[in-house]
């Protein structure tokens, strides 16, 4: 049947604005239907019409006020709803405290994980068009020499600038004390290719590269060495070196191109005056340009520099030429830590919000009957809704504010424990984001953990079903269970995480370096040129130093090597082994070339495979030139026979061969040995040796007066370190140590989370099948098959959900991949104990309720119902 | 008997109405009722309004019958009335003729009519 004209819409429209609570448009149907009865078959329906607004211009004042009203209304119990909400969490202690130390864990943790996620990562840097700003050479085997800098920035015409660094270190004196600092010499451009300013005076200009008297310093020493002096600008500094004057101070967001630099001096314009330091640099890509198009042009630039010098370039080398964004260059290796932790921080706090999905589950179950009695008596199903709404906002405010307070108690130990290279690790704060974050997710799991219980609305009873207790809903029990499974599965993808990351952390441990990490102490004094002019000199220095620490009580074995393990640097040299010909297409093979003073094997605890060590008398003037060779450069150079008496030509001579040493982690513990060639002091003296001190546990001399002893040859030669060989060594583990950590936490409360669900799904099932279990075991069925059949029940559950998170585990492993060393990413053991643990806590956490169960007596039971 | 026990006018000929109607009185029947019986144009809110006033008050309670294509899918919301509502009418009907009682309304205004 067709509908027939129809009334004025507007007029319509202003009614169904105005519907009430529960009319479902019977009032616009009515007056539909009455609208065509007042059509005038003759007339036509402008009466119709008319009739139609008078009733709708009488009933709008009518249905508005008491739209209002039932509004009014509405509100007024708000605040009673809370009210009862309050009364009735504090009626449930466990309950509520249970759910709220889950919330306020887990959210505190993701917010804690997300504040430094933010800080970190999510900022942008704070440069001009940081994703425009790349760094040639990311890889610290290539470096610009002092004099081609300028050939080179002129060549690579796909960068719109090049700016170039060397690192250096500066000793601020006064008459009381003196500070070490460690900054960079920097093109007078630096700043200005950043698009950076700084927060107080100015920047480098052209004029102080040819002058070398500007300085900048960072906030953080600004604040700490002058007192956040605002005057700062235009004071004169003494240096170790001579005077400086400060020019301007960056602000306290400035990322610098490594974490600890603290200064930044002018790199002189003349190449001559640059000395042999090895430059770094980036640059901003020219409009239109690619980082494909930077790395062709550097193949070809670079190669070129280089030749002008007389080296020429290997293929090796052409394809180790690559560009990295500046922003990947800072965050590279941190970004995969810090979104592993927050994708794990995020799967917790969603196994929070199914586990008190499930506790709530469970009290619906249980208050089934105060709602039902409520909607007999008249209870809105709308307002029952409501209040139980209003339960879990209280719940989950409460947790979120609690879980907030937390996050921001535990920043000073969550920072201390993330690798002090960390960039921008002092921004984080509870900014803004961070607040918003924490809502968003708190308002989430509210979502999560509201929307699952609906699901099981449908089999809710209306009428309280008396004596019909003995039956629970089967819908909410299948639902119990499913929360059960996921819980299940969360907690396994967690804990196989976890477990990945801690066995690749004891591999890491394991890991032999090559030398012993115990009993050793490590210093590196940086004499200056105008002190220290020649190698001379240098040489008279050293030997001091040594006699001087020697001279400690408790000190065994004292050596230097110009580039210790594990210590940023390196010193590469190709070579031709004695007998075999020179290639056809005159690549040779390369080795990195360690200069090493007294007893440095025995120091370090590197053991020498064959031959002999380096001795006193190979630094004598005259003496022949010899070297010594780790197993690798011997399996390389010389494949199958022993290397030693055998010689080695070098771009600067011919050494002949000593000794072989033990294979030396050189650049981290997860990267193996590269072939390594030691030649003594004599032979090249190095300006800065890392000094290593090997002593007797208990008498070890303390680092301060390791530090005394090195300052007592020459007080003005600034220090770095001591540090202990072992603190080295760990700072190579970067964010490891705090992601498997954390990781562990994290697992740790899947199992625990995943254990409650499993045993309060159990617990329940029992409850309700209190009755039916005491009749069987009346009528003589055995306790322990009863107790087996409810374990078999919850553990289906249980299992599926195992199966399940072993089959995400097994595809999200692979992220983990960049954090692992020495574990495969499925590996075996962590997959089979990973879900065997959790499936043996899931039997136990259904064995205790379900055994407890049949332990009731039956007669007792029977009477209570 | 709630914070608004008193019956008004209006309601009083609303819930006649819906008595006369026997369960079968849905909004516009009931309006069409009371415009009948009280000779004067009455606005179908103003009748919503009081029946969902009464159904709070819980004198009436209404249903929705099957949507009806007549009524472009719209339903129809039917009211029946409740004890509390029938207690509301007889109240109010004994205080009015309680009132009524020794009126004469011939001899009320003083010369007569």
Partial sequence: ???????????????????????????????????????????????????????????????????????????????????????????????????????????????????????????????????????????????????????????????????????????????????????????????????????????????????????????????????????????????????????????????????????????????????????AGYGRIAVGRSTDDVTAELRRVLPAVWAEGGYEATDEDRAGMTVETLTTWLLGDVRVSLRTLFGAALLVVLLACVNVSNLVLAQIHEREREFAVRAALGGRRLRLARQRLIELLLLCGVGGVLAFGAARASFGTLTS???ADLPRLGAVSMSTPVVVFAVVVTLGSVLVIGVVPTFARGDRAGVPTGAGKTTGSLASRRLRSALVSIQMALAVVLVVGAGLMVRSLTSLRTVDPGFDVEGVQTVRPAPSTSSYPDEAALTAYYDEVFRSLERLPGVQTVGGIQFLPMTPGGWWGSYRPEGRPVDADGEGLTTARRIVSGSYFEAMGVDVVAGRALEAADDAAGAEPVVVVNQTFGAEAFPGTDPVGRTVEMNDGVVRIVGVVADVRQSDLRTTAHPEMYMPYG???????????????????????????????????????????????????????????????????????????????????????????????????ESRRVASRTIALSMRSAVVGVAVGWLVAVTASRLLEGLLFGVDPLDVGTFLLAPAGLAFVALVASAVPAVRATRVDPVRTLREE | MGRKGFLGAFEELVLLAVIRAKGAGYGMTIRREIEERAGREVAIGAVYATLDRMEDKGWVVSRLGDPDPDRRGRARRYFEIRPAGVQALESARRSRDGLWDGVDLDSAVEGGL
């Fill in chain 1, 683 to 781: 032979a090249r003296a190095w300006r800065r040796m890392h000094i290593v001190v090997r002593s007797e546990g208990a008498s070890a001399p303390t680092s301060s007066l390791i530090a005394d002893a090195v300052r007592s040859v020459d007080p003005s030669v600034p220090l770095l370190g001591p540090r202990t060989l072992r603190e080295v060594v760990g700072g190579t583990f970067g964010a490891t140590p705090l992601v498997t950590g954390l990781l562990t936490l994290f697992g740790a409360v899947g199992l625990l989370l995943g254990a409650v669900g499993v045993y309060g799904v159990t617990t329940q099932a029992v409850a309700e099948r209190r009755r039916e279990i005491g009749i069987r075991i009346a009528l003589g069925a």
């Fill in chain 1, 1 to 279: 049947m067709s509908p027939g004209p129809k009334p004025p819409r507007w007029a319509r429209a202003l009614l169904e604005r105005l519907q009430l609570d529960g009319d479902d448009g019977a009032l616009v149907g009515d007056l539909d239907e009455e609208y065509r009865r007042h059509i005038h078959p003759e007339r036509g329906r402008w009466r119709a019409d008319l009739w139609y607004l008078r009733q709708v211009v009488g009933s709008a004042p009518a249905l508005a006020g008491r739209v209002l009203a039932t509004w009014l209304d509405g509100t007024r119990g708000v605040g009673g709803d809370v009210r009862v909400a309050v009364r009735v969490l504090r009626r449930r202690p466990g309950f509520t405290l249970s759910t709220l130390g889950t919330l306020t864990l887990t959210l505190g943790v993701a917010t804690s994980v997300f504040s430094v996620v933010h800080a970190v990562l999510l900022r942008p840097l704070p440069f001009e068009e940081p994703e425009r700003l790349v760094r040639p050479l990311p890889d610290e085997l290539f470096y610009l020499g002092g004099q081609d800098l300028e050939p080179f920035a002129e060549g690579m015409t796909t960068l719109e600038s090049f700016a170039a660094w060397g690192r250096t270190l500066a000793l601020f004196v006064t008459d009381e004390d003196a500070e070490e600092v460690r900054g960079a010499r920097v093109t007078w451009n630096h700043f200005e290719v950043l698009g950076t300013a700084p927060y107080l005076g100015r920047s480098f200009g052209r004029d102080d590269a040819l002058a070398d008297e500007a300085i900048m310093i960072s906030h953080g020493l600004w604040t700490r060495r002058f007192g956040a002096d605002p005057d700062v600008v235009g004071r004169s500094v003494r240096l170790s070196d001579g005077t400086a004057t400060v020019i301007g101070v960056l602000g306290p967001d400035h990322v610098p191109m490594e974490y600890d630099w603290e200064v930044w001096r002018p790199l002189p314009a003349d190449p001559e005056a640059r000395g042999g330091n090895a430059l």
């Fill in chain 1, 417 to 419: 424990a993330l690798p």
